[in-house]
Structure formats: C-alpha cells, structure tokens
C-alpha cells in the first residue's frame, strides 16, 4: 500500500523558513507527477506545488517566488523549500500524486500532513 509521510513542519515567524520532507513509499514515485497540498481552516485544500517526474514544476500564483518544491527520484523523496513565510501560508501541509484520478487509483491514501504555523 502506498505510503506519505510528511515532515518538517513547525511554528515559525513571518518571514522565516521551513524545509518540508516527503517521503513515499514504493516504485511508484518516480514514475508520477507529485505535489505539495495545503489545507486552511476553514478552508479547501489546495495544491500549492507540484513536480513531473523529469523535474518540472508548477507553483500556485500565492506561493510563486518564495516556495520552491524539489525531489529526489533514487530516493523516493520530495521536499518543499518554503520562504518569506507569511501568516495566510498556515496550514496542514500534505503531499500526493498530483493527479486525483491516479489518487484514487492507489487507494485514495493522505498522510498525516504536517502543521505549519505562521505567526509572531
């Protein structure tokens, strides 16, 4: 069964910065498109990032310039490099193949996700 185990998050200041780990487990992660999601209270969840199995990589207009998502295929890690946090960046912050069909297709599985507080 696919496995996401997200790390890294924390209370943090505005304008600091976090290191988010993912790790995933099985063959498979090279193989997908994976991104970084977020979910507010209150709020949807949304993805924030995302990155092909070749590298190429997507960011959602809020975060663009300040995130930075990363992943090491040999490694079955994904990581997101996150600066100039701001309070509205607050959030569980989870990781998952980019593709809600695929998602599904694997068993509909989300990790725990990993809390990110932003604030003095």
């Known amino acids: 069964q696919v496995q996401l185990v997200e790390s890294g998050g924390g209370l943090v200041q505005p304008g600091g910065s976090l290191r988010l780990s993912c790790a995933a487990s099985?063959?498979?992660?090279?193989?997908?498109?994976m991104g970084w999601y977020r979910q507010a209270p209150g709020k949807q969840r949304e993805l924030v990032a995302d990155i092909s199995s070749g590298g190429n990589t997507n960011y959602a207009d809020s975060v663009k310039g300040r995130f930075t998502i990363s992943r090491d295929n040999a490694k079955s890690l994904m990581y997101l490099q996150m600066n100039s946090l701001k309070p509205d960046d607050t959030a569980v912050y989870y990781c998952?193949?980019?593709?809600?069909?695929?998602?599904?297709?694997?068993?509909?599985?989300w990790g725990q996700g990993t809390q990110v507080t932003v604030s003095s």
């Open positions: 998952n193949l980019k593709n809600y069909a695929l998602i599904v297709a694997m068993g509909d599985y």
């Open positions: 099985g063959s498979i992660f090279s193989r997908y498109t």
